[in-house]
Each structure stands twice: as structure tokens, then as C-alpha cells.
């Protein structure tokens, strides 16, 4: 890896809203927008007029800077549509502050937005117009079952022990949800409830896959310098990181489904661009991709925030819960949330941005100081991996 010199204390985040996810059969896409954006303009105490330049993450529910310049009148203004996988809305936000950073721009506005439950579609879209022809017949939950029994199997764990360390997470995740009103899922889980479930694909059961859900997240970025004219206690980006992997993983049966290498070599980049040294003493908080429950267990082990092959104490001491060293999925994660393919990475920075503010309400943390965002987009054999950090 070469030199990460990055934008580091460069941009500010100054407002942001967060629509309430869930099946919003009642409102189209252009409302989520609207509603998304309304809330960090009051939260950001200025106008529509006031912003320069916008970014927009979505997967399927918009296809040019159109989708978001007319629900907001965003007239003659220069407006882009960002797609990347799971990490769309990420990579928007990601879009926006480079431009801020850059000199091009004083004030962006970056939104993230899905609306699937109306689109005609079963669960996620499919991937059939992918451009090319390495991909087998293959479920989500399938991919990430491979990556469940594979690390039973490494590290020697039983299907019993491996379901509990699991079901521990989403009974953890479950429980943060109650707390969140904008959650689309709001009801405690049981370790036995978790491993009683239907199976989806072995060992994943009901209650490690996320839902599927309607949202949208908005957030307003200006420079750092600029920040405190429009508020007391903007939070600044410190790390804005994107790996893409090779699919050589599609090809090989001897492939580790124990690590994803892209979150490992964002975590490593996103850990030097904000000049942390011990990401397991110095992050406070994160917001991780929690498509199914293996893949937060994994993914702690990747950002380092766990020694590899660890993380089953970690999660049964309570290390990553709300009152724990670490709390991990604070807002209640994609498994209370549910997964708005473009809207998920701002609603992870919606939280830590809440957090980092002291106003998180009844999941709010003690002191916070540094919050970190993951989004894996695809499967363990061939993703793209986000992962940002912001602080005060």
C-alpha cells in the first residue's frame, strides 16, 4: 500500500436526516428524498439554494443526477448519480466531500436512497445484466453460509457454538433497534428464538439475514474551516476509504471465506488516513454491514477491532454491545433496519453523526470520539468494501 494522504479533518459534516425505514408503501422514492434532505437542511440551518453540488447513491431506484435534482428542484446545478454496490450511498458521501476537500465546491449535499418493497421485485433485485458470465446459480444467503461453516470448520467450532455466536449478534443487534424510532424492526429476539428460527441456508436462519426495506439518509458537507458558522458541534471526516477486490475468488475452490480482503485493506487505509494506531482502543463506535450475522463477526475480525479467530469471546463478554468497550451496530444495524441498498451507508453515518452530538437518545454512548462505517457490497468471493470514519 502506498501513501495515504487523504483529506483528514478536511470536510465537515454540518447537517443530516434520515428517513424511518421500513415498507413505505404509502410514499414513492421522491418522497424519501425530500424528507431525507428537509431534515439535514433544518438540521444544517440553510436553504436548498445554498447547496453547490449534490451526489446521489442508489442501486436501482434512479438512473442519472435527475433522480435527486427534481423531487428537490435542484435546477442547473451539477448533480451525479453514484452507484457501487452496498456501498452506493457511501460513495456518494465519499464524492461529496472530495469535492469540498478539492476547493471545487464550499457546500455538497451527498444522498443515499432505495425504494424496493413496491418494485415488482422479491427480496433484492437480480444480477442478470452483470457484464460477465462467471457467475454460478448462487443465493446471498447461500454465499454467506459458506462463509459461516468455513470459519466453524477453521476454527473448530460446533454448529451449536457457532449458531450461538451468531445468534448472539443479532439478539444484540435486535435489542438496539427497540431503541431506534426510524428502525423498521423494533422487537427483542431470544438466543433460543435465533436458533430455533427456519433456516434460510445452513447455518444462517431467519434471524441472521437482514430484511429488505425503503429509506433514504442525507447529509450536507462544507469545508472545515467554514463549519462552525453554521453549527457549534460539526463533526469532520477522517477517513473516506474504497477496496474493490478481484473476482478472481468466483473461480477458486480454495478460497478464505474466513476474511473478506477488501474490508481488510480498507480498514488498513482508512486506519492510516486518520492516523489511528490500535483501531480496537481508538474507535469508539461502528456501524458494520450486518447483511447476515456471520458477516459482523468476520468483519470485526478484519477491522482488527478483534484478534482473528476471536471474536466468539469478544461477542459473548458483551465487548460490542451498548454498554460494552466497543459497541458495534449502536442504531440496530441492517438487521433492525433492513437494507435500502443506496440508503444504508448514510443511515450508518446518521448514527455515528447522532452519536458523536450526544444525541442518540436512549442508545446514546458515553463519550464518543471516533465512529466507523463498513459496507461490503456483493459476496464474500467478489465485493467492494467501504469503510469511513468520522469524529469530532
Sequence with gaps: MGSIKGIRDKVAIIGMGCTKFGEHWDKSKNDLIYEATRDALIDAKMETKDIEAAWAGTWVSGFDGRCLADPLKLQYIPVTRVENACASGSDAFRNACYAVAAGAYDICLAVGFEKLKDSGWSGLPDQQSLPNNRYPDRTAPGMFALMATTYFSKYKLSPEEGKRMIGLISVKSHHNGTLNPRAHLRREVTIEQVMNAPIVAWPLGLFDCCGVSDGAAAAIVCRADMAKKYRPDPVYV???????????GEMRSDYDFTTVKATVRAGEAAYQEAGIKNPREEISMAELHDCFSIT??????????????????????GFFNLDGKLPV???GGLKSFGHPIGASGVRMLFEMYLQLQGKADKRQLKNPKLGLTHNLGGIPVSNTVSVLIIGR
Design 238 to 248: 477522517k477517513a473516506l476509504q474504497i477496496s474493490v477486490c478481484p473476482s478472481e
Design 329 to 331: 451496530q449502536p442504531d
Design 296 to 317: 459482523e463477526a468476520v468483519t470485526c475480525e478484519d477491522l482488527n477491532f478483534s484478534p482473528k479467530g476471536k471474536v466468539k469471546k469478544d461477542i459473548e463478554s
